[in-house]
């Protein structure tokens, strides 16, 4: 059975978290400031955290930033994964990605179904690899990263999960999975 495992040893990973909004401030940035608590919470290190507007340019040299950083080893994007006009973080993020991880929006679509219904139609949440960096965009509402984290990244994240877990795809942790 797939899960945790105790007798494992945990390897905490290095995350930014990237806001993608127009509107939002540190102060009323609910979303990312619930990625932020619920990584720090699991034992992960919170390696950056910032806002950027809405804005292909602004959200791509974010992200080629950290995915230039060796301390970072994932980036979970919240915002602009919609259909309004303003929604721009697939146009950002794609080129930038040169492997996409199409399971994780086959199975952050799986998990919203349980508490959204069909509205998770209305995400273009993703995933992929930038050189050795991890990216995965979800939506901006504090549900949406609720959703993503709870009921798909936190495993995921977990070096203890098995079979297997992202960490062992992260060059600093190589060999953690058989």
Partial sequence: MPGIDDSLTFHPLHIAVLTVSDTRTVETDTSGALLAER????????????????EVQAIRDRMAAWIADPGIDIILS?????????????????????????????????????????????????????????????PGSTGACRDAWDL?????????????SIAGQVPRLAGLCA
């Fill in 39 to 54: 990584l720090t919470a699991a034992g992960h290190k919170l390696a950056a955290r910032a806002i950027v507007t809405d």
């Fill in 78 to 138: 919240t915002g602009g994964t919609g259909f309004t006009p303003r929604d721009v973080t697939p146009e950002a993020v794609m080129p930038l990605l040169r492997r996409v991880m199409d399971g994780f929006s086959v199975v952050f679509h799986q998990a919203s179904m349980g508490t959204i219904g069909v509205s998770t139609l209305q995400s273009r949440a993703f995933a992929g690899q930038a050189d050795d960096t991890f990216i995965f965009c979800v």
């Fill in 152 to 164: 798909v990244l936190a495993a995921e994240f977990d070096s203890r999960h098995r079979p297997c």
